[in-house]
């Protein structure tokens, strides 16, 4: 079994900061890339930042400039700072990853969701 644990959501005022966390666990032999998303009342749910295992990123433009996406492949964790945020940001945030994982003696390579952390940005 694999496990994605998202940590860091709350509310903050417009021009204020969060720290997302995204912990990866279990069976896992290696994970290539990981992305956050996020999804509004109403709205698709849509990519926000994405890492590949080199550390190569890209950003939705809505955040470039203002979100960081960051990995720690010793701990299997994904970050995501969030910088001068706006109310347009609030949503429920998901990380996702692709993982292989080992089960008895096979790999197998699945994509796993986090169970979603609620951000809230005030005006």
């Known amino acids: 079994q694999v496990q994605l644990v998202e940590s860091g959501g709350g509310l903050v005022q417009a021009g204020g900061s969060l720290r997302l966390s995204c912990a990866a666990s279990g069976s896992i032999v290696s994970i290539n890339a990981m992305g956050w998303y996020r999804q509004a009342p109403g709205n698709e749910r849509e990519l926000v930042a994405g890492?590949?295992?080199?550390?190569?990123?890209n950003y939705a433009d809505s955040v470039k400039g203002r979100f960081t996406i960051s990995r720690d492949n010793a701990k299997n964790t994904l970050y995501l700072q969030m910088n001068s945020l706006k109310p347009e940001d609030t949503a429920v945030y998901y990380c996702?990853?692709?993982?292989?994982?080992?089960?008895?003696?096979?790999?197998?390579?699945?994509?796993?969701w986090g169970q979603g952390t609620q951000v809230t940005v005030s005006s």
């Open positions: 890492i590949t295992s080199g550390g190569n990123t």
């Open positions: 996702h990853a692709d993982i292989l994982r080992m089960v008895a003696a096979w790999k197998f390579s699945s994509a796993y």
